[in-house]
């Protein structure tokens, strides 16, 4: 036998170690195993710093693709944002996620294999180029949390409101994953010499299982309740229309909100310069109307000059197909498709009348004050209600009157709408005659919602798109959401994550005791092998033949047999000899 084939059979890792090796350092072909002893450590501390700053770059990536990820009822307004700033339309909160997600994966596969490598007892050692891109990770995901916190800091209120429906589900992924952790713990536990480093593991690996273990004791969720205690669903508000279907604030929109069942129609209305009330949500005309190709010079004009017959002429609809702000365009047949690219600036006239030829339907609207020097500055109340009372056939009922302004005259001339407030203490609800409380999802509070409803104040919540989101909300008592999706939410039977207080005890004592008697193992296996091990070798030792042959790279979990150290005494002997011998034919 050579000695190049000694080298081979003797020190060569196994195929997987091989893989493993090869994917994390880039030594696919150099890799001969680079095993750790009896009281090693894993890595130099350059590796060391690697590693923490591989742990560090995957907290952040996960934090960060939790947090974007339960931020997506709040995408559209986040890509108008973009756009209104940018001045052109991309998709950028799906963007984010794509590239968040990568980076996520990325870092979690060298995590992994990180883990496996240690698992095996091989030294660890990362290529300069996956250095680069954990560094690369870390930058995107620490200044990503850093900008989105300058500019969209409530999301993390989201974020909290997430926790309250996964929370039991986290908790679960994360004492599984801890557990898997055991099996390295264990295994270098065992390794080490040093009990002060024994103790320091063992403290920080037990002391975070066992604040995994009793987290559920600081959990609370809406939707854990007993069987029967929950509330009917909260009805629909079409939030302008169906802006999921169709171009938003336009007739087709809140048609398509009618047909899947809403229990309201929610739209935000501007008077024009000669004083007829329209839909529109933004100041200008740019995000939602052709206006840049019909008065090139009034792009950024406030929509409150334009008059009623200039509105007319604008396009409200094309926008909604170059853009596909939902990306629910192609789920539109070819002629659902050409309504929706021709539809124009919708009337306050023409709303009501939609919702008056259904009796029992709602409408709540957000009214804007013209600019100064609009001939309606001062009367744009009266003109509203000028439109309600005498140019439409909707009832004072149907009316949800939510400006605040001029609250106190317009209960005079009209005591029969039903006024609708933001988040106010509740004796001055009770002051105003409120009837129902608009508030934003992230108010929302079980015993806030219960406080008003004991004052006969239904609530209501704005903006709701995400089935977690409803869920949350139906749980908690809510009579109904304002939503961009009426269509989705009307097929949700039952709230997502609903579960009774034994149902979630069980799940949670299960858990946590399969994997403490796992944990349990994982420590006993390791401690038995080390045993047996140190047994082994202790008998190898003993004054003999074999006393002085040691493999010079040996596998430190393993003791090698006589015949193996027979091959490489012969190996050894025979590359000795071979200088002498020359070319003497083996015969």
């Known amino acids: 036998m050579s000695r190049s084939s000694t080298t081979v ?29 009896q009281g090693d450590c894993c890595c130099n501390k350059l590796e060391g710093a690697s590693f923490a700053l591989l742990l560090t770059a995957f907290c952040l990536t996960l934090v960060f693709l939790y ?15 973009n756009f209104m700033n940018l001045g052109f339309w991309v998709p950028w909160s799906v963007v984010l996620l794509v590239v968040a997600a990568s980076f996520f994966t990325y870092t979690a596969v060298l995590m992994l294999l990180a883990v496996c490598l240690l698992s095996e007892g091989q030294k660890l050692y990362l290529h300069w180029s996956h250095k680069i891109g954990i560094g690369v990770s870390l930058v995107f995901s620490a200044g ?17 409101l997430s926790f309250q429906v996964t929370a039991p589900y986290l908790h679960v992924g994360g004492v599984l994953l801890a557990t898997a952790l055991g099996w390295p713990v264990a295994l270098h536990f065992f390794c080490m010499n040093s009990r002060v480093r024994q103790a320091l593991v063992l403290a920080l690996y037990l002391g975070g299982l066992v604040a995994l273990y009793l987290s559920p004791l600081g959990m609370y969720s809406p939707c854990i309740m ?110 659902e498709r050409e309504r929706a690219g021709n539809q124009s600036v919708c009337s306050l006239r023409t709303f009501l009348e939609l919702a008056a030829a259904r009796r029992d339907t709602l409408v709540i609207f957000d009214l804007y004050r013209p ?21 439409s056939s909707i009832r004072s009922q149907q009316v949800l009157w939510l400006p605040p302004d001029l609250r106190a005259v317009v209960q005079e001339i009209d005591p029969e709408l039903q006024q609708t407030s933001s988040r106010l203490p509740l004796e001055e609800l009770r002051r105003n005659r409120i009837v129902k409380a608009n508030l934003h999802y992230r108010d929302m509070s079980t015993e806030l919602i219960g406080e008003y409803a004991a004052a006969n104040i239904t609530t209501n919540l704005y ?16 009579h109904s959401v304002t939503t961009n999706a009426p269509h989705i939410l009307r097929a949700l039977h039952t709230p997502l994550f609903l579960m009774t207080p034994g149902e979630y005890n069980v799940m949670w004592i299960l858990t946590d005791v399969a994997s403490f008697i796992l944990v349990l193992l994982l420590f006993f296996f390791h401690w038995w092998r080390k045993q047996s091990l140190a047994c082994s070798k202790s008998a190898l030792e003993e004054p003999g033949t074999y006393r002085k042959i040691r493999p010079e ?12 150290q027979r091959e490489q005494r012969i190996a050894l002997t025979s590359s000795l000899d071979w200088p002498a011998r020359g070319k003497e034919s083996p015969g």
């Open 9 to 37: 059979s003797g020190m060569m890792p196994n195929r997987l170690v091989r893989c493993l090796a090869g994917a994390y350092g880039c030594q696919w072909k150099r890799y001969r195993g680079t095993r750790m002893h």
């Open 553 to 564: 790279m040996g596998d430190v979990w393993s003791v090698p047999t006589i015949s193996a």
């Open 144 to 160: 990503a949390i850093a900008v989105l916190t300058g500019l969209w800091g409530d999301e993390w209120e989201t974020l909290v």
């Open 463 to 478: 903006v709701i798109t995400q089935p977690w989101l409803y869920s949350l909300a139906w749980c908690a008592g809510v």
């Open 226 to 335: 007993e069987k029967g205690t929950l509330g009917p669903a909260p009805g629909l508000i079409g939030h302008r229309g169906t802006p999921m279907l169709a171009p938003e604030n336009t007739a087709m929109s809140f048609e398509k909100a009618v047909e899947a069942g809403s229990l309201g129609l929610e739209a935000d209305v501007t008077i024009s310069y000669d004083g007829v009330p329209f839909l529109m949500h933004d100041v200008t005309l740019l995000r939602t109307t052709n206006v840049r190709e019909v008065f090139p010079d009034r792009t950024h004009a406030p929509a409150a000059l334009f008059s009623w017959a200039e509105l007319e002429s604008l396009n409200a609809g094309a926008w909604f197909l170059s853009h596909n702000p939902f990306g629910t365009v192609a789920s539109l047949g070819a002629a």
């Open 67 to 81: 947090f974007w990820s339960q931020a997506q009822n709040d995408y559209n307004d986040f890509d108008w944002f």
């Open 371 to 391: 600019p100064r020097g609009h001939p309606y500055r001062d009367s744009w109340i009266q003109r509203t209600l000028e439109v309600i009372h005498n140019e």
